[in-house]
């Protein structure tokens, strides 16, 4: 079967999003262009790497090649809710970045998984072989937005343990750092 690429050279929209209640959250990145949205699912750690990534490659960017990168985007701040039926395209496996410097444009190329491991000549190449991928071209402040957006993302779900860092849950917490002692039962029962 000949490899699916799907191509946003200027989207109207790249985001991250997630779909229900924290701590059981589907994360996704969405992408469109006019008519044309494709979703992408993948897992929280993968947007935490990617919007830290981004942040990086915009700072290189500026030093190596004088590009204008911002410090943020808040003016392309992007708070709306994923475009809904969220077809899943496919569950990303490979993540690369690049710089067009010919399109001024950064290149993020989100590449699905596999059983075979995907040899790095495939990423940011139209070769006709191998995994299906999505691959979008953002200015660099919209890269920048969407760092941001990924990071909001991210960081909206359960709050961390002040002890052990662990997501709290709702419905309790058992701390490993408690070691299964509970102070306000042993003081009562003396």
């Known amino acids: 079967m000949s490899r699916v690429i799907h191509v946003f050279r200027e989207p109207d929209r790249f985001v991250a999003g997630t779909v229900g209640q924290p701590g059981e959250r589907s994360f996704y990145l969405q992408a469109s262009e006019q008519a044309r949205t494709v979703s992408v699912s993948l897992e929280k750690q993968q947007v935490s790497v990617l919007a830290e990534r981004l942040g990086s490659l915009l700072e290189e960017i500026q030093r190596q090649f004088g590009a204008e990168v911002p410090d943020s985007a808040a003016d392309l701040l992007d708070s709306d809710p994923l475009e809904v039926p969220i077809d899943e395209e496919f569950r990303v496996g490979t993540m690369g970045l690049g710089w067009d410097a010919e399109a001024s444009a950064v290149v993020i190329e989100l590449l699905a998984v596999t059983e075979e491991e995907v040899d790095e000549s495939v990423v940011l190449d139209d070769a006709e072989e191998g995994p299906d991928a ?11 937005a969407f760092a941001e957006r990924a990071d909001r993302v991210v960081n909206a779900g359960r709050k961390p343990c002040p002890l052990c860092s ?22 009562s029962e003396e």
């Open 134 to 144: 999505l691959r979008v071209f953002l200015t660099p402040t919209a890269a920048r």
């Open 166 to 187: 662990e997501p709290l849950d709702p419905a309790g917490h058992i701390c490993p750092r408690q070691n299964g002692y509970r102070r306000d039962l042993a003081e």
